[in-house]
């Protein structure tokens, strides 16, 4: 299987607690998900519990496709790790240096 190394940077001028807050909790990426920027009118269904280990964040649209996060390990202040599918196509993706 191939392997990809992605990688961006953004300040952001907040703390570090109040970063991992938003990020944690599937609720606040309406919000601000950059899926939901190109198709705001996607389905996006969110967990009970959007902000715990194994909650999920999924999403289906004519332009974004469908897609599902869960969340695999969370850090608070140091990083979180979800599990990205895209369409049946699985990836694990981690956010550090919170």
């Known amino acids: 299987m191939p392997s990809y190394h992605v990688a961006r940077e953004v300040e952001i001028l ?6 991992y807050e938003v990020l944690a909790d599937y609720r606040t990426w309406k919000t601000w ?3 939901l920027i190109s198709e705001p009118e996607a ?3 969110v967990s009970d519990d959007p902000s715990s280990v194994g909650s999920q964040y999924a999403w289906k649209g004519k332009v974004t496709g ?3 996060l869960q969340h695999r390990k969370l850090a608070p202040k140091a990083s979180l790790a979800y599990t990205c599918s895209l369409e049946a196509t699985i990836f694990c993706s981690l956010a550090s240096s919170l």
């Open 14 to 19: 907040a703390s570090p607690q109040r970063v």
């Open 43 to 45: 389905l996006v269904t």
């Open 66 to 68: 469908e897609g599902e």
């Open 33 to 35: 998900s950059p899926w």
